[in-house]
């Protein structure tokens, strides 16, 4: 079983899932009520790498797959 410590938040509960292991990635887990509340953290989250992007005077490319979740974005 992997570690996971629990980041509640006033969003919903998340779990941050870690393997331990130098050559992997760690994932933030948020749960939502609905598919409404994903998209707009979602897009919340895109912006605000994209704003920093620009700042950075870089650029942000962006692709999503599956679902129709992505459309409210």
């Known amino acids: 079983m992997l570690p996971v410590d629990t980041l509640g938040d006033s969003i919903g509960p998340r779990a ?15 749960v939502f009520p609905d598919p409404a509340a994903v998209a707009a953290r979602a ?3 895109v912006a605000g790498l994209a704003r920093a992007a620009v ?5 942000l490319s ?12």
């Open 55 to 59: 700042a950075a005077g870089s650029r």
């Open 16 to 30: 941050r899932i870690s393997t331990g292991r130098p050559d992997t990635v760690d994932h933030d887990l948020e």
């Open 62 to 73: 962006f692709a999503v797959s599956g679902g129709q979740t992505p459309w409210a974005m």
């Open 43 to 45: 897009a919340g989250y």
